[in-house]
Structures are given as C-alpha cells and as structure tokens.
C-alpha cells in the first residue's frame, strides 16, 4: 500500500526482480495517476509518466478497507504475503489497521517494511514530509546550493528515488534474516535517514572537524581548480577531478599546463589550492584554446579522472549508457531507467504500471483469496 515515489520504488526494485507484487490502492487510486511532473514537457501520453514508470511490473487491485468484504480479502492477502510495504502517513497506518503489530499478529513470518518521512519515532514521527523537505530538513539543500545563503532544492524527486532503493535493500536483509530465523521483521526507512546516509562524507566532516566547509561551491570559486568542470573550445564542457597531489604531475602533462607550474602560485599542487580561483580563471582561457575530445583523449591517456559533462537528453543516446543497458522501454512505450544493478545473465521484465484494479480477478485466483466478507 504505498503512493507517490519513494514507497512504490521498494515494490518496483521487488518486481523488477520477478516478485509478484500487487499493488493496493483505494478505490480512488494512487494520487501519482493523475501527476504530471513538474520538469515534464508537453505530455502526450495517457498515463502518468511517474505513475507508470515507478510501479512497473506491478499487478493492481483496488480495495476499501472500510468495507468489510474488502477488509476480508486485505486480511486473507496478508496472512500469505512474504513481504507488506507502506509509507503512508502514520494517522492513514492506524486508522486502516496496517501498522506492524496489527499485520504480525495476523501473519508472524510477515516482513514489514515501511517508509515514513523524518523516522518512525521521535517528536517529528508524525509531519508530513515529501521529498524535498526531508531533504531540508537534513542540511542537503544547503550542501548543494552554490549560494551559502540560499538553499537549493534539486528536480526530480531524488531523495524519493533513493529512499525506495535504500528501503529495498532493507527488505532483502530482512528477507535473509527471517530465513536464518523463520521470524518476521520489521524494516523501516525515512527520507531524513536516507538524506544523511547520501552525505556521509559530508556529516562526517562537519562531526568530526572544526570550521568544516560542506556548502556547495560555484563553479568560478572551487575549493579545488582540478576538481571542476570547464568548457571546451567547441562549447562542451568537460569534468576533471584531480583530487590530490599524487594526481597532480599527471593532471599538468595531460593539460598540457607545463607553462602555468613556472608561475610561483601553481608551482606545487599545495600552492594551486592555496590559489585556485586563479587557477580556474587560467585553466578557463587554457582549455578553451581545444575541442572537448582533444582534452579528454589526453587526460585519460595520462590517467586522470575525467569526463563529458552531459546533459540528461545526451545520456538519452549515449553509446555507454545503450552498451550496458541502464535505460529500458516500458510495454506502453515510456522510457525510463533498468535498475540500479545488473545481476548477470537476468533480463528484467518491463511491463507498465497496471490499470486501476485491473487484475482484480487474476490476483484473487492466483492468491487462493476468497473475497466474500469474513463472518
């Protein structure tokens, strides 16, 4: 039972893997069927591009838990599910009786994975939260703004994606303790906890040391001139990442920037990042004199981190991202993204998200679910 992203990608990731996951829905259905998202384009599809590509490979049934034949057949449902995934709000849990201790009671061997939004206890435990603010709320949008006193939130639902994916992974270690075990287990994630695991490196240094500088950086004022992106002399840009002195011989070969090591402030790689703004200003000229491929055949040949700076319709039809098969076309013709890994040798299924109750009759018989009303 779970609606908008980050819920409905834990079930997706369990039926990419070939789950059978059916997905409950109220009779209204999930509010992302009739989403459009906000960095959509001009729509010409009948289905929900969010709906359909976060609950793909999904069956769907609708029911009313307030009716009693409906209350019948989630009941019957969950004495024999494997797993059972919510992030509805923690009032809709307890008024619909789908909280965990309520689902073991009926099914001991259940696991129970739920996504909430700041964590399931606390004085927090019941805001409503979406997957900008939790991202707010644990300091990332200040982390990745470039304007130390202006936060900046990233599009595309982000943190609600990585909150499924991480949940996911909390149901699969549940799955391989309940089979040491043969106990249910409860697992739960939160767009809080997800936003702080993402900024570990980040978390750690303000912990740990003093005066840490975790913000975002523009481009023209770098912590590191060699961890950058510049535009090349046919306008692409390119990234580079010599992130320490061991790579800094093979960063000056590479560029071809033997000339600027003569000026005393870039004559070490300690001096440069004691003056890398200039260095950026200098490698800006420098790395405009040449085509975007002309500097990345030389950084690579000398074996520096380096990279197109692409822009997501680029990736769209990109040799390396078709030659390993990261973006996959849905039955209904959207597409979108495989999946997070590979397992060798597996071909993942790429059927869209189900219709509304469409596969009402095929679930209850393949389930064994009488769905009369329980005396």
């Not at 819920?7 to 059916?22: I, Q």
């Not at 004022?221 to 093979?250: C, E, F, H, K, T």
Request: with cysteine; glycine share 8%; aromatic share 6%.
């Amino acid at each position: 039972m779970t609606i908008w992203m980050a819920g409905p990608v834990t079930g997706m990731l369990l039926a990419d893997l070939g789950a059978d996951v059916v997905k409950v829905e109220s009779t209204n259905g999930d509010p992302t069927r009739s989403h459009t998202a906000p960095t959509a384009g001009s729509v010409t599809t009948k289905t929900s591009i969010s709906y359909s590509t976060f609950n793909r490979n999904k069956r769907s049934i609708a029911l009313d838990l307030s009716s009693s034949a409906d209350r019948g057949t989630f009941d019957r449902m969950i004495e024999q599910a494997d797993v059972f995934i919510t992030n509805m709000s923690p009032t809709t849990v307890t008024k619909l009786g789908i909280d965990a201790d309520s689902l073991h009671a009926a099914n001991p061997r259940l696991v129970y994975a739920r996504g909430s939004g700041l964590g399931p206890t606390g004085p927090r435990a019941n805001d409503l939260t979406q997957d900008m603010t939790g991202m707010a709320y644990a300091g990332m949008l200040f982390a990745l703004s470039p304007d130390q006193e202006q936060p900046f939130a990233p599009p595309g639902a982000l943190n609600d994606v990585i909150t499924g994916t991480y949940l996911f992974s909390g149901v699969l270690a549940a799955l391989l303790r309940r089979a040491r075990t043969g106990r249910g287990e409860t697992v739960t994630g939160s767009l809080l906890q997800s936003a702080l695991w993402t900024q570990m490196g980040l978390v750690g240094s303000v912990a740990n040391t003093k005066e840490a500088s975790t913000t975002g950086r523009p481009r023209t004022d770098p912590r590191n001139a060699l961890l950058n992106q510049y535009r090349a002399g046919d306008g692409r840009w390119i990234a580079v990442a010599a992130v320490n002195a061991r790579a800094w011989d093979a960063f000056v070969t590479g560029a071809q920037i033997e000339h600027l090591v003569a000026d005393p402030r870039f004559a070490t790689y300690a001096d440069m990042l004691d003056h890398s703004r200039e260095m950026r200003v200098e490698l800006d000229r420098h790395f405009a004199t040449q085509p975007a491929d002309h500097w990345l055949e030389r950084l690579r040949e000398h074996g520096v981190w380096c990279g197109p700076v692409n822009r997501l319709g680029d990736v769209l039809t990109d040799e390396q991202v078709a030659a390993n098969h990261y973006l996959t076309t849905l039955s209904d013709g959207l597409r979108t993204v495989s999946m997070p890994f590979t397992l060798d040798g597996f071909e993942p299924s790429a059927a869209a998200g189900p219709d509304l109750d469409a596969d009402r009759d095929a679930v209850l018989r393949d389930w064994g679910v009488d769905s009369s009303p329980r005396p």
